[in-house]
């Protein structure tokens, strides 16, 4: 089993940045992909961004040149920078693990961005 843990969301306006954190926990070993998705009021969740353990990268087109995930293998943490922060941002964020053919959620972050 993995846990996973988020934090860093917030409320911030337009323009603005704020870092989530995931910490991931438990049996870790193996965990090959991480994810960042989120979902807004009424909306379907998307994915946002992941991130391989080979730190390859793949970002949604609404997010590329403001968003950037990065990962902490020795500390089975990923992260998402978020800047320029637009009000369409607005979600509740929410990280996830691949590993071995299973994916685990953490419970989410809001994050809020007013215009």
């Known amino acids: 089993q993995v846990q996973l843990a988020e934090s860093g969301g917030s409320s911030v306006q337009a323009g603005g940045s704020l870092r989530l954190s995931c910490a991931a926990s438990?049996?870790?070993?193996?965990?090959?992909?991480m994810y960042w998705y989120r979902q807004a009021p009424g909306k379907q969740r998307e994915l946002v961004a992941s991130?391989?353990?080979?730190?390859?990268?793949n970002y949604a087109d609404s997010v590329k040149g403001r968003f950037t995930i990065s990962r902490d293998n020795a500390k089975n943490t990923v992260y998402l920078q978020m800047n320029s922060l637009k009000p369409e941002d607005t979600a509740v964020y929410y990280c996830?693990?691949?590993?071995?053919?299973?994916?685990?959620w953490g419970q989410g972050t809001q994050v809020t961005v007013s215009s």
């Open positions: 438990g049996s870790t070993f193996g965990i090959n992909v």
């Open positions: 996830a693990a691949f590993q071995m053919a299973r994916v685990y």
């Open positions: 991130i391989t353990s080979g730190t390859n990268t």
